[in-house]
């Protein structure tokens, strides 16, 4: 069995995890800090710029003194984790939350510059080389009369934000593995809505191609799948049954050619080797020629059947009178009729009945039907052919009071080769194909054959053909 769908199946669902994580540690993770250090730089620049409006602004207007605005500061800069400076533009450090300046000497933080906030309104650096780790930094200015006074800066680890990040990234793996896993579900389905009853259709098929027809399965779904396995089914049942027909077939063609060689080839080898004197020598010869003619009929009803059922029928279609060709086929029973004490008797609708047949075929069914009829018909009785005009239909029935044919051999009448064991005492000279190449040229004139029969009682043959549009339509 082949397991690459599965595989490759497989193969699919092991790559959508290996994006989907590769997708979460990079677009997910970088647009996760960009949203958190955003977020996060807001926050402190509202904080900063409060502080610009009121301990900063207060201070350099004197209105606070710098050790009251030192506290003030420190005690915000614990509470919110960061560190608070405010300096001069020069770069001069006034306050600063972490630890006091000294008074005495003036600290100046290098480099100072604001233009370090680009467009984010932050910047992620280590302030001025104040710190040997990177720090989220905000500016907001102080200003008043106009200018800037100074700056409020506030920085915060990049550490403490990360942490925060972390969490969130932690959130969206945690989303990841449970898709992941309710992705497994469509993997369960794949594999009992396809991979399963796949599979069973491939060992039927490989069952099929190794010749074995007789092979079932089933598959319960009425899906595409389902379908796909009723019609693989019934398509072996069919191939099986053909094959069946077939043997059967040989085997009777076989049995059929075998009975007749197997007598002709023993009076022949009696009569050479003198077993059979010279003088009957003609009445076993005359049986052997029964036997030929009996080879000969079989041979042309086989090669008959073949042409019909290969589609080689073609039929030459005419409007005729059934009726004439029903007399004309009794007419030539005329000398069987006496010989085997039996009358036809013929119950034809109108002068002329006109159907649309090949008049060949026809006549040629209707001798088997009539053949058969007086064959298993006992003497003093009558065989009755009819005719009778219904809708656009003419029904022709071919009715004896033979032996009838038995309940369970009524279906099988038709198939090739079939005799009824009621008959075979009656007729040893049948070949029981005549029904098969009856129903095979009714068949391809688009019309139906039907029996009623009664065991010991008789059977009536009635078969269809279309009305002749000229019988409808005198005028026409
Ligand atoms: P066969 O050449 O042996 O008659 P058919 O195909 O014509 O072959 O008929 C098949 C079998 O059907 C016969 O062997 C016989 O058993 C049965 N059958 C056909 N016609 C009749 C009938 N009119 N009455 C009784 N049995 C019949």
């Known amino acids: 069995m082949h397991k690459t769908l599965y595989l490759k199946f497989l193969f699919a669902w092991v790559l959508f995890t290996v994006f989907g994580f590769i997708v ?17 730089s807001n926050n402190l620049y509202s904080e900063a710029t409060l502080i610009a409006n009121t301990y900063a602004a207060d201070l350099y207007d004197s209105e606070m003194s710098l050790d009251s605005v030192q506290k003030q500061i420190k005690a915000l800069g614990t509470f919110m984790q960061s560190d608070i400076y405010i300096v001069n533009p020069s770069g001069r450090l006034v306050v600063d939350s972490f630890e006091n300046p000294d008074p005495e000497r003036e ?42 006074r100074g700056y409020v800066c506030i920085t915060k680890p990049l550490t403490a934000i990360n942490a925060r990040v972390n969490n969130l990234l932690t959130i969206s793996y945690l989303e990841l593995v449970v898709l992941l896993l309710l992705s497994v579900i469509i993997l369960i389905f794949f594999h009992r809505l396809v991979y399963a009853p796949l599979r069973k259709i491939t060992t039927a098929t490989e069952q099929y191609a190794a010749g074995n027809m007789k092979y079932r399965f089933t598959i319960d779904s009425e ?23 077939q043997k059967k077939f040989i085997a009777n063609v076989s049995h ?28 076993y010869l005359k049986i052997v020629l029964r036997e030929t003619d009996r080879l000969t009929k079989l041979t042309n009803g086989l090669l008959e059947l073949n042409n019909l059922s290969t589609g080689g029928l073609l039929l030459n279609k005419t ?16 000398q069987t009729c006496r010989s085997r004490k039996v009358a036809i008797e013929l119950v034809l609708t109108g002068e002329e009945l006109l159907v649309t047949a090949d008049r060949d075929r026809i006549e040629q069914v209707l001798y088997n039907l009539v053949d058969n009829a007086i064959k298993f018909s006992p003497s003093d009785s009558v065989v009755r052919i009819e005719t009778t005009e219904k809708g656009n239909k003419v029904f022709t029935s071919v009715k004896d009071s033979g032996i009838g044919i038995p309940k369970a051999d009524q279906s099988q009448i038709f198939d090739r080769f079939y005799k009824s064991d009621l008959s075979r005492g009656k007729d040893k000279t049948g070949t029981g194909l005549g029904l098969s190449i009856v129903r ?22 009635i078969f269809t053909l279309p009305l002749s549009k000229e019988n409808s339509d005198p005028n026409g």
């Open 24 to 40: 979460v540690a990079t677009f997910i993770t970088r647009m996760t800090e960009e949203q958190v250090r955003g977020e996060e």
């Open 107 to 148: 600290t100046y933080i290098e480099n100072f510059s604001p233009s370090v906030i680009g467009d984010r309104n932050y910047a992620v650096d280590t302030f001025f080389g104040q710190y040997e780790d990177r720090h989220l930094t905000v500016l907001a200015p102080i200003t008043g009369g106009y200018r800037i």
């Open 223 to 245: 899906d595409e799948m389902g379908y796909l396995g009723a019609s693989l089914n019934y398509m072996a049942g069919e191939i099986s049954r053909q094959e069946d027909d």
């Open 256 to 283: 059929d050619f075998r009975s007749p060689l197997t007598s002709i080839r023993g009076f022949l080898g009696a009569m050479l080797d003198g077993t059979i004197p010279q003088e009957l020598h003609e009445k």
């Open 319 to 334: 409007d005729f009178d059934i009726n004439e060709a029903i007399r004309a086929v009794a007419a030539s029973f005329e």
């Open 440 to 461: 095979e040229i009714i068949r391809a004139h688009g019309e139906n054959i039907n029996v009623v029969s009664t065991e010991g009682v008789g059977s009536e043959f």
